[in-house]
């Protein structure tokens, strides 16, 4: 019989408050509470630059930042619920925000997002992030960051060094954050894959055993506690694999899984649970201790972070060694009163049908709202779909919000969606098609359906208004406007220049004439930029 690991000393989950939606304190302490009954005890707060620091006025500036005081207010909340509140923030790259603001920090950039290493004004921010830190969290553990960083070294930091090698400068800046970090008595862990991606030529996750060049693991500080990130992976083998060259640093290590909450505005819980599964045997098999599951925000944060309850669940079990999906439905259940099987109904707006294949993480419903009818450059991989059943998603979630208690808000916004996306998905298709073939007749009736679809999205969009006002603060909502707006107007003009060109005001519409050549995939786009338009918008 197995043997299973059940202690563990951290388990938890990190919650992005960094993509526009920071979400409310009320809200976060609700999070803590559902965290608490299914035994979780961390909390790990990634904000990039949503947070307070005295003498930086344009850290998270107009963002929504936390105050030091929300902090300190969450942090005795979750300490009172026998919860860790960690911080997780940055030190190297991911200040996209941050940088923005050229006048006031341009002369601690590398280039992107990435801090200029060696830098004495790096240094003096860094020491002001740790000083906050220290002041307003409780815990002296903190997530350093250091991921992504994929230019380091080769932006102004070139200009002004010359070439250098990579690990050298990282493991230079990393000395120096760990350093600041003891002086303020944290004990801090970091992201891992720049290790193996400077190694490896840009790859994280490997297929068979490597070496780390001469120097790279005797030159990670001995404070330096390292998390193994991954959620992409679906066979066992490779977590064994990642776990085993970890073990060469002979650090603490930290596991760090994902619950699928960045793909749109649906949640994807069905391939969680297919790379959490072989990812939490591996946890108990290689007795790992520290673990959290994150909850990423990418391109809009969109997705409440309560879609994922069945997967959080699932993989509290799996790493108790629980794997008898029956068992944890049944828990579910009586934990939250709720069906473990309605909330997975969340994932329906990212399906192209009830049936989907393993394997499979779809962005589909935010390719399929903002894609432009006239411009659909995504159209000929939505032919060769089979025709999505939104009308039928959608009044499967209405049904459900009725038996969801609290949560129905989250259910009401995805029917809201897929009630757009019954008409939008195929409008383009349709519009072009009937175009080409000079079917007036057609181009006519497809008048009303745009008009249709700008009333549904207009539905949509106070739907979805009603789920971030009661998760987040205000801050935020007005990209969601920009966007979701731009989409009813858009449909708006479209209608406009059909009747024009039916009633002769016109002669053609160029822009129904031009080929839309293959994109090559057909699981959509996780980015409004790309989606809504191929000229530059910002």
């Known amino acids: 019989m197995q043997n299973f690991n059940k202690e563990y000393t ?13 979400m409310k304190v009320s809200e976060v302490k609700r999070f ?5 009954k299914m035994g979780y005890n961390t909390l790990q707060l990634y904000t990039e630059d949503t947070y307070e620091i005295k003498g930086e006025p344009y850290f998270g500036y107009l963002r929504g930042r936390y105050t030091g005081a929300e902090i300190k207010e969450i942090d005795a909340y979750a300490l009172s619920r026998g919860v860790e509140l ?22 601690i950039v590398d280039v992107h997002d990435i801090l200029l290493v060696d830098e004495p004004k790096t240094y003096e921010l860094i020491d002001k992030i740790f000083a906050t830190l220290a002041e307003n969290f409780t815990s002296r553990l903190v997530n350093i960051g ?71 693991v005797e030159g990670v500080p001995e404070e330096i506690e390292l998390a193994y990130w991954d959620y992409y992976n679906t066979d066992k083998k490779i977590y064994d694999l990642m776990f085993d060259m970890h073990a060469k640093f002979n650090r603490k290590l930290w596991f760090a899984g994902g619950a699928w909450s960045w793909n749109g505005f649906a949640p994807i819980n069905s391939f969680s649970l297919q790379t959490m599964k072989p990812a939490m045997e591996s946890v108990i098999e290689h007795g790992v201790k520290d673990v959290f599951i994150t909850m990423w925000g990418d391109d809009g944060a969109e997705c409440s972070v309560y879609g994922l309850l069945p997967s959080l669940y699932a993989i509290r079990q799996y790493a108790d060694g629980n794997f008898d999906e ?19 109904l969340l994932d329906l707006p990212n399906r192209f049908s009830y049936e989907t294949p393993k394997g499979n993480v779809p962005c589909i419903c935010k390719s399929f709202l903002y894609m432009d009818p ?37 259910f009401e916004s995805l029917s809201a969606l897929c009630s757009v996306l019954e008409i939008k ?23 009303k359906e745009y008009v249709k679809a700008e009333k549904r999205v207009e539905a949509f969009h106070t739907a979805f208004y009603a789920l971030w006002d009661e998760e987040n603060k205000p801050q935020g909502w007005e990209v969601q406007d920009a966007r979701i707006g731009g989409v009813a107007r858009r449909l708006h003009t479209c209608a406009e220049r059909l009747k024009a060109y039916l009633s002769g005001k016109i002669e053609r519409l160029e822009e129904l004439e031009e080929e839309i050549v293959s994109y090559g995939g057909s699981k959509g786009v996780n980015s409004y930029l790309a989606l809504v338009s191929m000229n530059k918008l910002g």
């Open 86 to 107: 960690i911080p997780c923030v940055q030190t190297l790259a991911h200040f996209t925000n941050l940088v923005r603001h050229g006048l006031a920090y341009g002369d």
């Open 374 to 410: 006239f411009l659909g450059w995504l159209d000929q991989s939505i032919s060769e779909q089979r025709a999505i059943p939104y009308g039928q998603y959608a009044d499967d979630l209405k049904k459900a919000a009725k038996r969801v208690g609290e949560y129905g808000y989250i």
């Open 326 to 344: 029956k068992n944890i439905q049944k828990g579910f259940y009586e934990l939250f009163k709720m069906k473990y099987e309605d909330f997975m």
């Open 32 to 36: 803590i509470d559902c965290l608490q």
């Open 146 to 216: 250091m991921d992504e960083a994929h230019m380091v070294g080769l932006g102004k930091y070139l200009q002004k060094h010359g070439y250098q090698n990579r690990f050298d400068i990282l493991l230079r800046h990393l000395q120096k954050v760990v350093a600041i970090a003891k002086k303020y008595g944290f004990t801090p862990h970091m992201w891992s894959d720049m290790f193996f991606r400077l190694a490896t030529g840009g790859n994280y996750y490997i297929n068979e055993p490597m070496d780390f060049p001469e120097g790279v």
């Open 425 to 447: 998905t195929e409008l383009g298709i349709k519009t072009r098609r009937a175009y080409q073939s000079n079917d007036k007749k057609t181009l006519a009736a497809l008048v």
């Open 10 to 22: 951290h388990f938890g989950v990190m919650l992005d408050c960094s993509r526009n939606a920071v």
